[in-house]
């Protein structure tokens, strides 16, 4: 079955202490990003990949760090979280560029800073 | 720069009424294509329909219809007779084809949509 896993889905967590949420797609896909979802904001792009060694920030990468070292996987890493990072996050991953086709999210990882 | 408005936060209707989903947008773009995602209150984000600037045939399917008219910018979602199952948040999302550093898809706000039985 085509899909994006993400893990942990569910993270309670303290200021400061290091964390990566995994992100892996099984469906050879080229393109693969990081959103945040936050009430009244929607979803943000933090980072996107274009392929495995090719990362760029997105509209709010502060905080946040990405590696692609192999095609299928994209971990997002929080080096020292903030209360302000508690949000739901989506990974996506498409063939090519979002609207030129369609991008598949995983189920998504509620994040929870104290 | 590329924004997408969806100006409703939350609609409550009624079992069986028809409920419509504004969206109006914005871009730079001459080549765009639209989104619209339905995120149930399990968390997961569930695609809709995609269509692309040059293409501004409404479409139904089922009980879901979208109108899009390039003239206003908009991009609206009906559903007709609404089911309790229809309960969501509704996000209505852009991509551009050139001003998009990125790729990435540009989210509204969302629309939280309760049906009550």
């Known amino acids: 079955e085509a899909q994006v896993t993400q893990n942990p889905r569910y993270l309670i967590t303290v200021t400061g202490k290091k964390l990566t949420v995994t992100c892996s797609q099984n469906?050879?896909?080229?393109?693969m990003s990081w959103y945040r979802q936050d009430p009244g904001l929607g979803l943000r792009q933090i980072y996107y990949?274009?392929?495995?060694?090719?990362?760029d920030k997105g509209d709010v990468p502060e905080g946040y760090k990405v590696s692609r070292k192999e095609k299928r996987n994209f971990p997002l890493i929080l080096e020292s979280p903030s209360p302000n990072q508690t949000s739901l996050y989506f990974c996506?991953?498409?063939?090519?560029?979002?609207?030129?086709?369609?991008?598949?999210f995983g189920p998504g990882t509620r994040l929870t800073v104290l | 720069a590329q924004k997408v408005t969806q100006a409703q936060t939350e609609i409550s209707v009624v079992e069986k009424e028809d409920v419509t989903l504004d969206c109006v947008y914005e871009?730079?773009?001459?080549?765009?294509?639209l989104f619209w995602y339905k995120q149930p209150p399990s968390g997961e984000l569930v695609f809709l329909i995609r269509r692309n600037s040059f293409d501004e045939q409404n479409e139904i399917s089922g009980r879901y219809s979208w109108n899009f008219q390039k003239s206003t910018s908009s991009f609206n979602f009906t559903i007709t007779a609404s089911q309790v199952v229809d309960s969501a948040v509704y996000f209505c999302?852009?991509?551009?084809?050139?001003?998009?550093?990125?790729?990435?898809?540009?989210f509204g706000q969302g629309t939280e949509l309760s049906v009550k039985p």
């Open positions: 996506a991953s498409s063939s090519g560029l979002a609207g030129l086709n369609e991008q598949f």
């Open positions: 871009t730079r773009d001459t080549t765009y294509y």
């Open positions: 990949s274009m392929n495995v060694e090719v990362t």
């Open positions: 469906m050879n896909h080229e393109y």
């Open positions: 999302a852009l991509s551009g084809i050139v001003y998009n550093q990125g790729g990435k898809l540009i």
